[in-house]
């Protein structure tokens, strides 16, 4: 029998960042909306927030984001929670995703 691939913290997040928020026009990872990855065999759980709890795109991001992490090898399920503690802001947001939507400093 094959073994395994095991699936890394880095090849989940690689797959997440094909997921674009559409209203901001980028992806979830750079706008810091990732709060947790765990992986337990072919088990990926993710936590995550949006920008608002009342944010349009909710289906959107989850589909994409359910979608992307279904191609990486050897996943057969994936957990998507959602989470709005701690509440979302900016400074989650990496220095290339500040600068474009204009909260340079």
């Given amino acids: 029998m094959p ?14 960042q094909t997921v674009y928020d559409p209203e901001l026009g ?3 990872v750079s706008l810091g909306l990732i709060y947790e990855i765990k992986i337990r065999q072919e088990t990926v ?4 927030t949006l920008t608002t709890p009342g944010c349009p ?5 989850g589909v994409g984001a359910e979608w992307a992490l279904k191609q990486l090898p050897g996943i ?12 979302w802001d900016p400074s989650r947001m990496s220095e290339a995703a500040r600068v474009a939507l204009g909260f340079d400093r």
């Fill in 45 to 48: 759980h993710i936590l995550m």
């Fill in 76 to 87: 057969s399920h994936i957990e998507i929670e959602l989470t709005w503690n701690p509440p």
């Fill in 3 to 16: 073994e395994a691939t095991q699936v890394s913290e880095a090849d989940v997040l690689a797959a997440l």
């Fill in 26 to 28: 980028l992806d979830i």
């Fill in 57 to 61: 795109m909710h289906d959107a991001i």
